[in-house]
Nanobody
Framework: QVQLVESGGGLVQAGGSLRLSCSAS????????MGWFRQAPGKEREFVAA????????YYADSVKGRFTISRDNARNTMYLQMNSLKPEDTAVYYC?????????????????WGQGTQVTVSS
């Protein structure tokens, strides 16, 4: 089992940047494919980005491609989401998630473990 804790959220102006972190407990973090999802008020949770357990493959939602970068440091049991050129529509609670399935997935039903979320607010 793995426990996930997000950090790094906050309030930023449009065009600004934030870096989210997801710290994981457990010795097998390096074997989990990881993902970021977000949920805005009144909307369903949506996929943002995912990274293979090797770190060698990544996948992004079209809405963030070219602006967000997902990465991981298996030695530190931590995953990151660098968010640049933020827009007001990026405002949401951001969640990190982990799956033992080997393939990258954008389907939240494929993820076994979830963090509590961190709020990101982008002002116009």
């Amino acid at each position: 089992q793995v426990q996930l804790v997000e950090s790094g959220g906050g309030l930023v102006q449009a065009g600004g940047s934030l870096r989210l972190s997801c710290s994981a407990s457990g010795r097998t973090f390096s074997r989990y494919t990881m993902g970021w999802f977000r949920q805005a008020p009144g909307k369903e949770r949506e996929f943002v980005a995912a990274i293979h357990w090797t770190g060698g493959r990544t996948y992004y939602a079209d809405s963030v491609k070219g602006r967000f970068t997902i990465s991981r440091d298996n030695a530190r049991n931590t995953m990151y989401l660098q968010m640049n050129s933020l827009k007001p529509e990026d405002t949401a609670v951001y969640y990190c998630a982990a799956t033992q399935k080997p393939a990258i997935s954008s389907n939240n039903n494929d993820y076994d473990y979830w963090g509590q979320g961190t709020q990101v607010t982008v002002s116009s």
